[in-house]
């Protein structure tokens, strides 16, 4: 079993940053990929960010690339998504989840965390 926390969230203008952490217990993270996904009020849960469980590899949804950066600390046991240049339509909870497949599909997800939200304003 993994139990992952998210903090960080928070109310931020746009043109801001946040950056999220996702901490993990009950098994290390280093054998899992892990990603972050995030879900607005009537809207499904959307890929956001995923990195491989070691080297470099990582992947974005377009509507994030070059505003947001994943990265892991396997020493740590944590997870981070850095967010700049924030924007309204950011505004989600944001959830971090370990699987085993490096994948944008929630499904392929077994551990997700409770969620932080994240609101930016305009």
């Known amino acids: 079993q993994v139990q992952l926390v998210e903090s960080g969230g928070g109310l931020v203008q746009a043109g801001g940053s946040l950056r999220l952490s996702c901490a993990a217990s009950g098994r290390t993270l280093s054998s899992y990929v892990m990603g972050w996904f995030r879900q607005a009020p009537g809207k499904e849960r959307e890929f956001v960010a995923t990195i491989n469980w070691i080297g470099p590899g990582t992947y974005y949804a377009d509507s994030v690339k070059g505003r947001f950066t994943i990265s892991r600390d396997n020493a740590k046991n944590t997870l981070y998504l850095q967010m700049n240049s924030l924007k309204p339509e950011d505004s989600a909870v944001y959830y971090c989840?370990?699987?085993?497949?490096?994948?944008?599909?929630?499904?392929?997800?077994?551990?997700w965390g409770q969620g932080t939200q994240v609101t930016v304003s305009s």
């Open positions: 989840a370990a699987g085993r497949s490096y994948s944008v599909k929630s499904s392929d997800y077994v551990y």
